[in-house]
């Protein structure tokens, strides 16, 4: 017979291993797009801000989203990784180091950690937001892609944090050390590892690292500080990357590097930052200094096209909106919330009230989680008449600058100098917490 707390811990791990497939995380299976019990890259499974897993309750108080376990840390922006039985972080130690982790996702007990010499500081006026790592990895299901602020890309092995390579830009690419340090996000696909680093837009075999082509080259310093990250998506019939660099949206040929369209979009300092977004054969994007745009992109006789559709004077910032029912719901420069038709480009809202200078938003249905930089969580509601706040918790007085993880009936919070796993109450799992 089993006492009581070695039941619990029996059926939680039974219920880990059929509902997270526990054979992801050995790398005996392939990550699927729609796996909601996981979250292994930025802006989750598909890329998008989506999340297809269990319904959110409609409320954010302790008796339905509890605190589960706290892990404190060194400064960083980017967002957690989680898999079906941990969680990866990484942070800035002592100016000096940038610091990989990984910790048990039911406990928060830290399973390996690995470090290299790599901070840098940021120009002057970007300063007071840190000179921390910013981009969040990729996880592939053996293998954990970290993109270190001095342009370099390096590849951990997930299960024992032991280095399998790593891409040093600057060194093998005769490039300038970026002034905002390396901040795009990279895409894992297949084979391969696609990025924005060494002031071009590359493909690496994910494997060995080797350099498999390189396109939109630019100016390389401050011109070759690409904010935004890349993604994948069918326009016009044809599976294609799309990239936003600092000074144009493009889409190209994840064989071979060819560039199939681009189209200059404008931006103070060429702050494209946030990640553009396609709908149908819409791509839309909005940008600081710049306006809220988009353009529509087509094929004929295999030759792709790229027409402006429309423009909105709404300027965009960091924050990347999600798309629901053909809307993008979009956090502005001016810190306010705009609903807006990706097709026609009709405002449907602005909100009265002014937010913070940063949301990441994660959605289901018609509900969207958005995590404020300053703390707060929101869940709103997708209504198209009107701004809809359905319940908000302020979860830390710490900012909160990393994307938001959502998998299964977890939410991750990177907070500036912790990471903190909540779970939510209605799940099986979470009952056998709270009883434990």
């Known amino acids: 017979m089993l006492d009581k707390t070695s039941a619990l811990h029996f059926m939680m791990n039974i219920f880990r291993m059929v509902s997270l497939g526990v054979l992801t995380s050995l790398g005996i299976l392939p990550i699927s797009a729609a796996d909601s019990s996981i979250w292994p890259q930025w802006r989750g499974p598909e890329r998008s801000g989506q999340f297809q897993g269990p319904a959110w309750p409609t409320k954010l108080d302790?008796?339905?989203?509890?605190?589960?376990?706290?892990?404190?840390?060194?400064?960083?922006?980017?967002?957690?990784?989680?898999?079906?039985?941990?969680?990866?972080?990484?942070?800035?130690?002592?100016?000096?180091y940038e610091v990989v982790r990984a910790l048990d996702r039911i406990t928060g007990k830290e399973l390996w950690s690995t470090q290299w010499e790599g901070s840098m500081s940021v120009p002057f006026f970007a300063r007071s937001n840190g000179d921390w790592i910013r981009a969040t990895p990729a996880y592939d299901g053996q293998s954990l892609f970290v993109a270190g602020m001095?342009?370099?890309?390096?590849?951990?092995?997930?299960?024992?944090?032991?280095?399998?390579?790593?891409?040093?830009?600057?060194?093998?690419?005769?490039?300038?050390?970026?002034?905002?340090?390396?901040?795009?996000s990279p895409l894992v696909e297949g084979d391969a590892v696609y990025?924005?680093?060494?002031?071009?837009?590359?493909?690496?075999?994910?494997?060995?690292?080797?350099?498999?082509?390189?396109?939109?080259?630019?100016?390389?310093?401050?011109w070759g500080s690409v904010f935004s990250s890349p993604l994948l998506a069918e326009l016009a019939g044809k599976r294609q990357l799309i990239i936003q660099t600092r000074e144009k949206l493009a889409g190209v040929n994840p064989e071979d590097g060819t560039v199939l369209w681009e189209q200059p979009v404008e931006a103070f300092r060429g702050m494209n930052i946030l990640t553009p977004i396609v709908h149908k054969d819409f791509v839309f994007t909005s940008?600081?200094?710049?306006?809220?745009?988009?353009?529509?992109?087509?094929s004929t006789d295999g030759k792709?096209?790229?027409?402006?559709?429309w423009t909105h004077k709404a300027q965009g910032y960091m924050s990347t909106p999600v798309v629901i029912d053909g809307v993008?719901?979009?956090?502005?420069?001016?810190?306010?919330?705009?609903?807006?038709?990706?097709?026609?480009?009709?405002e449907l809202w602005t909100s009265d009230k002014s937010y913070g200078k940063y949301w990441s938003l994660v959605a289901q249905g018609d509900r969207i989680l958005a995590l404020d930089q300053t703390g707060m969580l929101y869940q709103l509601?997708?209504?198209?008449?009107?701004?809809?706040?359905?319940?908000?918790?302020?979860?830390?007085?710490?900012?909160t600058w990393a994307h938001l993880a959502v998998a299964g009936d977890q939410v991750f919070v990177r907070e500036l100098n912790q990471l903190v796993a909540y779970q939510w109450r209605s799940s099986p799992r979470a009952e056998l917490l709270k009883a434990q």
Not at 63 to 91: C, M, Q
Request: one cysteine or more; a positive charge; charged letters at 30%.
């Open 62 to 96: 302790t008796n339905h989203l509890h605190r589960v376990w706290h892990k404190d840390l060194g400064p960083s922006y980017s967002g957690p990784i989680v898999t079906a039985d941990r969680v990866f972080t990484t942070e800035t130690k002592d100016k000096k």
């Open 381 to 399: 509601r997708a209504n198209q008449q009107k701004m809809e706040i359905i319940d908000e918790r302020r979860l830390t007085d710490a900012e």
């Open 328 to 346: 993008a719901y979009n956090h502005l420069k001016s810190q306010r919330v705009m609903a807006i038709d990706v097709e026609s480009g009709r």
């Open 304 to 309: 792709y096209s790229i027409t402006p559709q």
């Open 150 to 184: 001095r342009d370099v890309l390096v590849c951990l092995d997930a299960q024992t944090g032991k280095e399998r390579w790593r891409f040093d830009f600057i060194q093998k690419l005769s490039t300038p050390l970026p002034d905002f340090g390396f901040v795009c």
């Open 195 to 222: 990025v924005q680093a060494g002031a071009s837009f590359v493909r690496l075999k994910k494997d060995t690292g080797e350099l498999v082509w390189r396109t939109l080259n630019d100016k390389g310093g401050m």
């Open 287 to 298: 940008t600081y200094g710049g306006k809220t745009l988009a353009f529509k992109v087509a």
